[in-house]
């Protein structure tokens, strides 16, 4: 809770600091805030009054009309799932210890 709490105050001076009124093109207005308490935890859940400058709308109305193809997006995401990462992570340090057992690892380094 304290946590929850003195994240708040750093957020509320960080949003109220000189530095924020400074570097800001636009205004993102809140129009609630609510702090909610869910199991033995708090959640912060919050509306914004956001509008997009008319560029950014017109880039997300073109991606928005594109035809997106779900197996090559589900096929591309599998590249960066847990599984993938785990396997090549161990394949690099199998090399690595490989190489340190043939007496390779670092050797460029000594030279």
């Not at 708040?8 to 702090?35: F, N, Q, R, W």
């Not at 308490?37 to 509306?47: C, F, G, I, M, R």
């Not at 007496?103 to 030279?111: C, V, Y």
Request: glycine share 4%; charged share 25%; aromatic share 6%.
């Amino acid at each position: 809770m304290r946590r929850i709490l003195a994240g708040l105050l750093c957020l509320m001076a960080l949003l109220s600091s000189p530095a924020a009124t400074i570097a800001h093109a636009d205004t993102i207005g809140v129009k609630s805030a609510e702090l909610l308490p869910e199991d033995e935890d708090y959640v912060l859940n919050a509306q914004f009054d956001l509008a997009f400058n008319p560029t950014l709308e017109e880039a997300l109305q073109k991606v928005q009309a594109l035809r997106w193809n779900p197996a090559k997006l589900r096929a591309h995401a599998e590249q960066f799932s847990e599984d993938v990462f785990i396997a090549r992570f161990r394949s690099v340090l199998m090399t690595a210890l490989e190489q340190k057992k043939l007496g390779r690892l670092g050797a460029d380094d000594a030279a």
